[in-house]
């Protein structure tokens, strides 16, 4: 199951990145990294903090910590394949 929450937030932080930098333009791509990465994190401890109000289930502070290790992934991942496009229309 963390597994399946680590390629989560990373499909996540992959879906933020590329809604910021489709909005804005203009702007470097580090914007959209660190706001992707605040968007994605706050969702991470909004829903340790629901499972609170969930009978059975408990807020974690090592879930979130998983979840974050999704979102640097997902920025990860969507580092190294923007590089490599943009090598392959370059090249």
Same mark, same amino acid.
């Given at each position: ?9 990373? +499909? =996540?932080?992959?879906l ?21 990465g605040?968007?994605? +994190?706050?969702?991470?401890? #909004?829903?340790?903090?629901? %499972? ?8 974690? =502070?090592?879930? +979130? ?6 979102? +640097? =992934?997902?920025?990860?991942?969507? #580092? ?5 496009? %943009? #090598?392959?229309?370059?090249?």
């Amino acid at each position: 199951r963390k597994c399946a929450h680590v390629f989560e937030y990373a +499909v =996540l932080a992959i879906l933020w990145i590329n809604a910021w930098r489709k909005t804005w333009k203009g702007r470097d791509y580090g914007a959209a990294v660190g706001w992707s990465g605040v968007a994605c +994190v706050l969702y991470a401890i #909004s829903d340790e903090i629901h %499972q609170a109000f969930v009978p059975g289930r408990g807020p974690s =502070l090592k879930d +979130v910590v998983i979840d974050c290790a999704g979102v +640097v =992934l997902g920025i990860f991942l969507f #580092s190294v394949l923007l590089k490599w496009r %943009q #090598s392959k229309n370059l090249g």
